[in-house]
């Protein structure tokens, strides 16, 4: 067959070529796609596999459960409590209600962690406000509660109770395992069977491993402080004055008042003025009516 008889033979198939064209630049891709995810599974099973592996050999993975700090298992709970108390005194009473509160905190086991008192509103509208932080003792939270809603009206009370139970928990299994990682590199570094470089190695890993260790005693030292205080969010604020609104009107407000009474009137004027003059003219075609009869 001739150059020019295949080229002719082309042309009458140019829709059976075009068709394997496009079908070549959408399957091949299609298909490579499907290989380049089925090989990224692979290697997340493997390594999904190979972590599952490493946290069954250490034998106490349990404390990587979950983020949740419910633990049904456990018998003593550990919770956390935090309370948010509003009140409002009298008017010009603010200086001897604080003073009040300050006594009854000095009479239990506290600390005033964040304390902010400020002026609002201005001229007879001003009154005064306070916001405390408070951390209590816990086994003296609810006393300290029931006295602090006597200063006042209470005007809003929130209580919020945390278990962190299950996070307690496995925080301290954490830190045992630590402690043993700890303890066993130790061990390794005072034999005279590594070399130089290993201990220098094996050195790296003791100053971690040692900072991760404190990281895990301070976190359960914190939980234990959160659980030994409550925390009380106390508002105090100063009721307004009744006389607060009490202002005598300014002449030029009396001004606008009686332009406005006027623009008014004006109004109603030239709104009755066309049935007025509709209703008399009414009147007399009616009369002149009359008189031709």
Same mark, same amino acid.
């Given at each position: ?9 082309? @042309? ?5 070529? &075009? ?35 490493? #946290? %069954?050999?250490?034998? @106490? ?23 948010? &108390? ?7 009473? !603010?200086?001897?209600?604080? #003073? ?10 506290? !600390? ?26 816990? %086994? ?10 006597? =200063?006042?009206?209470? @005007? ?14 496995? @925080?301290?299994?954490? &830190? ?17 069977? =590594? ?25 359960? #030292? ?10 009380? #969010?106390?508002?105090?604020? %100063? ?11 300014? !002449? ?16 109603? =004027? !030239? ?12 009147? &007399? ?9």
């Amino acid at each position: 067959m001739s150059f020019k008889e295949q080229t002719n033979r082309l @042309k009458e198939n140019w829709f059976i070529i &075009l068709l394997i064209v496009v079908l070549l630049f959408v399957i091949v891709p299609f298909i490579i796609g499907i290989g380049g995810i089925t090989n990224y599974s692979a290697r997340d099973m493997v390594a999904s596999y190979d972590q599952g592996f490493t #946290n %069954e050999a250490m034998g @106490k993975s349990s404390y990587y459960y979950g983020e949740t700090d419910f633990a049904p298992e456990i018998t003593d709970r550990i919770v956390t409590i935090s309370s948010s &108390l509003s009140s409002e005194v009298e008017y010009k009473d !603010f200086e001897s209600k604080e #003073n009040e509160f300050k006594g009854i905190l000095s009479e239990y086991d506290t !600390f005033i962690l964040n304390e902010n008192v400020y002026e609002s509103g201005f001229g007879k509208k001003k009154y005064m406000n306070g916001s405390y932080t408070i951390k209590v003792n816990s %086994e003296e939270y609810l006393n300290l509660v029931d006295e602090l809603k006597t =200063i006042g009206e209470v @005007k809003s009370f929130s209580e919020n109770k945390e278990d962190i139970t299950g996070s307690y928990t496995n @925080k301290n299994i954490e &830190l045992e395992l630590e402690k043993e990682k700890l303890r066993k590199y130790n061990e390794l570094y005072d034999t005279n069977d =590594i070399s130089m470089e290993d201990k220098l190695d094996l050195t790296d890993k003791i100053f971690y491993q040692e900072r991760r260790v404190k990281y895990l005693e301070d976190s359960i #030292n914190n939980m234990d402080k959160r659980v030994e205080y409550s925390t009380i #969010n106390y508002s105090l604020r %100063e009721k307004q004055s009744s006389y607060a609104d009490v202002i005598l009107v300014k !002449f030029s407000e009396l001004i606008k008042t009686l332009v406005s009474s006027f623009n008014v009137l004006l109004h109603i =004027i !030239f709104a009755v003025v066309p049935f007025v003059v509709l209703t008399l003219l009414i009147v &007399l075609f009616a009369r002149r009516h009359k008189k031709r009869r």
